[in-house]
């Protein structure tokens, strides 16, 4: 073969290949997310785990843990350690203690539409406002 020929041979080989690399399907890899309960398991949590196991996060290029709370876990201290990358709250009461101390966390969202909390007497109490808490306390 003379000089030119190899050359465009080469050239045509070179943009074979890379006709071939621009068609071929880039294989990512998954984006590792640890994402941290509020408590132990329970069934307001069922999605999170659900999602980790029929494999909607990793469909979505996620490799999910989801890693349960209890009461010795503080996963709001561990989000801002970086040791998790989100965390599910119990209430708003932390977002807004974060805003007015300027802690730089995020809400993503809001799961329940209504705070889960409650304050109950019993009827025979004499509890009929919040000033009555206070005279009983």
Same mark, same amino acid.
């Given at each position: 073969?003379?000089?030119?020929?190899?050359?465009?041979?080469?050239?045509?080989?070179?943009?074979?290949?890379?006709?071939?690399?621009?068609?071929?399907?880039?294989?990512?890899?998954?984006?590792?997310?640890?994402?941290?309960? @509020?408590?132990?398991?329970?069934?307001?949590?069922?999605?999170?785990?659900?999602?980790?196991?029929?494999?909607?996060?990793?469909?979505?290029?996620?490799?999910?843990?989801?890693?349960?709370?209890?009461?010795?876990? @503080?996963?709001?201290?561990?989000?801002?350690?970086?040791?998790?990358?989100?965390?599910?709250?119990?209430?708003?009461?932390?977002?807004?203690?974060?805003?007015?101390?300027?802690?730089?966390?995020?809400?993503?969202?809001?799961?329940?539409?209504?705070?889960?909390?409650?304050?109950?007497?019993?009827?025979?109490?004499?509890?009929?406002?919040?000033?009555?808490?206070?005279?009983?306390?």
């Amino acid at each position: 073969m003379n000089g030119s020929r190899q050359v465009g041979c080469r050239a045509l080989g070179l943009l074979v290949g890379l006709a071939t690399l621009a068609w071929a399907a880039p294989a990512f890899a998954r984006d590792k997310v640890t994402f941290g309960t @509020n408590w132990k398991a329970q069934a307001e949590h069922g999605g999170y785990y659900q999602a980790v196991v029929d494999g909607t996060y990793e469909r979505h290029g996620l490799d999910v843990t989801v890693r349960q709370g209890g009461p010795q876990v @503080n996963h709001a201290q561990l989000l801002a350690a970086g040791k998790i990358d989100f965390n599910m709250g119990g209430n708003l009461f932390g977002q807004f203690n974060y805003v007015q101390s300027k802690v730089p966390m995020v809400t993503v969202a809001a799961i329940f539409q209504k705070e889960p909390q409650v304050l109950l007497a019993h009827p025979d109490a004499g509890v009929r406002d919040f000033p009555d808490l206070a005279r009983r306390s």
